[in-house]
């Protein structure tokens, strides 16, 4: 017990010596902590935009991709706005929107046909967390669409009236 004291004793004449070390070594912390309360304050931080939809097919899977971006953590981020072409280029132009998702017509028949189609994407490059948001979730529909076509494409051609391909028999 009697070294435990000594070595006590000799850090506090060490920090008496040096009052300003302690100052810093506890100030720093302080600083930091009370500057992140500053800027962002208690509750959770989360990144919110505009996103324009351009819906050109109106079927039901357009509809089903427009309504990813309405729910979950996606309906939390972004504020969904279907808008034409041209206004929703003419708004993106203007900085108004985060990105504008265009649906071409045909995507519906496309994606279960199994044919190509594109989605095309506009990024508001004056943004960077919000544009990517979107082109990520563009992308996972994507390829969720395709794995679905993978297991259940005969199926699907078989709801939408086509007959299966040979290959697939």
């Keep these: 017990m009697r070294l435990l004291w000594l070595h006590t004793v000799k850090d506090l004449r060490r920090i008496a010596r040096d009052p300003v070390q302690l100052l810093v070594w506890i100030g720093i912390p302080v ?14 931080v989360k990144p919110s935009g505009l996103l324009l939809i351009a819906d050109e097919d109106r079927s039901l899977l357009s ?38 998702l265009v649906i071409p017509p045909g995507f519906g028949q496309a994606v279960i ?3 190509p189609t594109r989605l095309e994407l506009l990024k508001n490059p004056s943004q960077r967390i919000l544009p990517e948001l979107a082109a990520e979730a563009v992308s996972i529909l994507a390829d969720g ?18 007959v299966p391909t040979e290959a697939s028999a």
């Design 31 to 44: 600083f930091i902590a009370l500057a992140m309360y500053t800027l962002f304050g208690r509750g959770e």
């Design 113 to 115: 046909e199994g044919a």
């Design 145 to 162: 669409a395709f794995y679905l076509h993978i297991l259940a494409g005969d199926e699907l051609r078989a709801l939408a009236g086509g």
């Design 63 to 100: 509809r089903l991709a427009v309504g990813a971006f309405s729910q979950g953590p996606l309906g939390e981020m972004f504020q969904v706005e279907q808008a034409g072409r041209e206004d929703g280029r003419r708004r993106m132009q203007a900085g108004q929107a985060s990105a504008l």
